[in-house]
């Protein structure tokens, strides 16, 4: 499909995308955020459930210093003894926890044979919770599940909407009318109640967390994607389709379908950002992802009552601040998106 001055409309909103500086920034935040979930195991330093209760309630920039011991029940992730100082004296090595007592330990249970290796000096960039595990990590981590039931949860969502929506505008008639009583008794609930509703019943966990939000949002998109669909039917060329014999879902699925587009991407930019908000919610009263993985709104509320005792504000504060960039910049780059979408605007 092109413009009237020949140039694709692919093209063209791009172009226009780009003019946006607010929906550039939002788009380059977005995808380092991306970009930091998938990578999560390569630039955090420790597992997201690693506890060094030693270190617990630190405060942003806190080095620490480490001794790694072999994990048996799990090679892949060693145990970690929190020490003052240490030192090595044959097959043994001595040393003193933060408290100043002294023990020892055979060199052939640690992480290697050198100290380079089973000893460190870990940073905590954001401090630690109060079972010592590093914020900065579970910060993350937590960054990955709140994008990740985001996406799952919005597809569920567009998946139902769109079908019912298409289903509705293309058909009209009956079809019409039971599909928009459906959503007209979904809409009169509050999506949160709906999803504490779905997560009551479906139980708690990391995928009962995204089908519960999933199928509690797709009523904005059905009620869009039937108005584009009364215009769009219409059209000379739906009335082509049907002339040349292609069957109805042909007709909904290959050729109107692409032209609802542009409304159908931008709302579900707005339904990613809400998505993360409800999985906060969710986590944060217990009824979403469950300990010990990590969850913004998990993290919230185990920092939230340091808030009344005046000390460790990071610890609410690092992933509400998070979870609020997050929400913005999604916002933000939709609202951009919707711009450069939106054939009536003259911006070029």
């Known amino acids: 499909m092109t413009s009237p001055t020949g140039e694709s409309l692919s093209r063209l909103a791009w172009r226009r995308l780009r003019k946006n500086k607010g929906a550039v920034i939002g788009m380059i935040v977005l995808g380092i955020m991306i970009v930091m979930a998938i990578a999560a195991p390569f630039i955090t330093p420790f597992d ?19 001794i790694y011991k072999k994990n048996l029940a799990d090679p892949n992730v060693p145990s970690i003894l929190a020490v003052s100082s240490y030192e090595e004296v044959g097959d043994s090595v001595f040393y003193r926890d933060p408290a100043g007592e ?13 100290p380079h290796e089973y000893y460190s000096e870990p940073l905590f ?12 990590t ?23 909407g769109i079908f019912l929506g298409a289903l509705a505008g293309y058909y009209r008639g009956w079809a019409d009318d039971v599909i928009m009583w459906m959503v007209n008794v979904v809409w009169s ?18 995928w009962q967390t995204f089908v519960a939000i999933g199928i509690s949002s797709w009523v904005d998109i059905a009620r869009i994607v039937r108005g584009q669909f009364f215009s769009i039917r219409e059209q000379e060329y739906v009335e082509a389709t049907r002339a040349l014999g292609f069957g109805s879902m042909r007709t909904i699925f290959r050729h109107m379908l ?13 339904g990613f950002a809400t998505a993360i908000i409800a999985e906060a919610s969710l986590s944060f009263i217990g009824l979403g992802v469950q300990p010990p993985t990590p969850s913004w709104g998990q993290m919230i509320k185990d920092g939230y009552g340091y808030i009344a005792l005046g000390t460790n504000w990071g610890m609410t504060l690092f992933p509400s601040l998070s979870m609020a960039i997050g929400v ?18 003259s911006q070029r």
């Open 48 to 66: 997201p459930s690693t506890q060094i209760l030693e270190y617990s309630v630190k405060p942003a920039g806190f080095h620490g210093k480490v």
């Open 102 to 114: 002294p023990y020892r330990v055979a060199r052939s249970t640690l992480v290697g044979t050198d």
């Open 125 to 136: 960039l954001l401090g630690t919770d109060r079972f010592g595990r590093d914020l900065f």
């Open 138 to 160: 579970r910060l993350v981590y937590g960054m990955r599940v709140s994008l990740s039931v985001g996406l799952i949860s919005e597809s569920i969502a567009l998946a139902i």
């Open 189 to 206: 609930f509050p999506t949160i109640l709906l999803v504490v509703a779905f997560s009551v019943i479906l139980g708690k966990g990391y």
């Open 258 to 270: 692409p032209n609802a587009a542009g409304p159908i991407i931008v709302l579900s930019t707005a």
């Open 328 to 345: 913005l910049v999604l916002n933000v780059f939709g609202d951009g998106l919707r711009d450069a979408l939106d054939p009536k605007t």
